[in-house]
């Protein structure tokens, strides 16, 4: 029964360390590609970060912020990121959730 225990007490400290890592983020907007990149056009020099992922199917993520939110799509091709968009590319891009 100590493992019962042990369980529930392992899976409130994960709860709470996925709790902080929302609250550490902000608030993060997941759209669809398109929208994403009509927003990106709004920004002069945008700064995205981009990964990859995916076991079995490739997918391309991407992530930037605007007026204090981030923004976050997910698409199976990649995008065309506007030529003036500062890129980092990241080995993971992680969304709490």
Do not use: C, R
């Not at 100590?2 to 890592?21: D, K, P, R």
């Not at 759209?31 to 945008?46: G, I, R, T, W, Y």
């Not at 490739?58 to 605007?66: I, P, S």
């Amino acid at each position: 029964m100590a493992y019962a225990g042990g369980a529930a007490a392992s899976s409130a400290a994960i709860s709470a360390e996925i709790t902080q890592a929302i609250k550490a983020s902000g608030a993060i907007v997941n759209m669809e590609p398109p929208e994403f990149l009509s927003l990106l056009d709004k920004v002069e020099a945008p700064l995205v970060v981009t990964a990859t992922g995916g076991t079995i199917n490739k997918n391309y993520q991407y992530l930037f912020g605007y007026k204090g939110l981030a923004f976050f799509t997910k698409s199976s091709e990649k995008l065309p990121l506007p030529p003036q968009a500062e890129i980092i590319k990241a080995k993971k891009i992680w969304i709490p959730g």
